[in-house]
Nanobody, 115 residues
């Protein structure tokens, strides 16, 4: 069974940085796109950033220039470097990936930005 496990969340002050990781484990033959989503209290889940297996990236307008998504295919891991964090970035961050042609979600990691 394939699993995605996120880590790296926490509490930081506005202007600070965090690096999230999402590692896929299990019997893995292929991983296509890997995506970070977030969901703030009372809001819908929204796409933050995505990266294809070839390294092409896409970002939500709200994080462009502040967040960077990357992946290490040898480690089956995707990262989200978050800089210049704002209180409005507070949310549960979820990793999603297409693994062995199946959509898989992680359990989420809490990111809290204090003003």
């Amino acid at each position: 069974q394939v699993q995605l496990v996120e880590s790296g969340g926490g509490l930081v002050q506005a202007g600070g940085s965090l690096r999230l990781s999402c590692a896929a484990s299990g019997r893995i033959f292929s991983i296509n796109s890997m995506t970070w989503y977030r969901q703030a209290p009372g809001k819908q889940r929204e796409l933050v950033a995505s990266i294809t297996s070839g390294g092409s990236t896409n970002y939500a307008d709200s994080v462009k220039g502040r967040f960077t998504i990357s992946r290490d295919n040898a480690k089956n891991t995707v990262y989200l470097q978050m800089n210049s964090l704002k209180p409005e970035d507070t949310a549960v961050y979820y990793c999603r990936a297409i693994v062995n042609s199946v959509l898989v979600w992680g359990q989420g990691t809490q990111v809290t930005i204090s003003s």
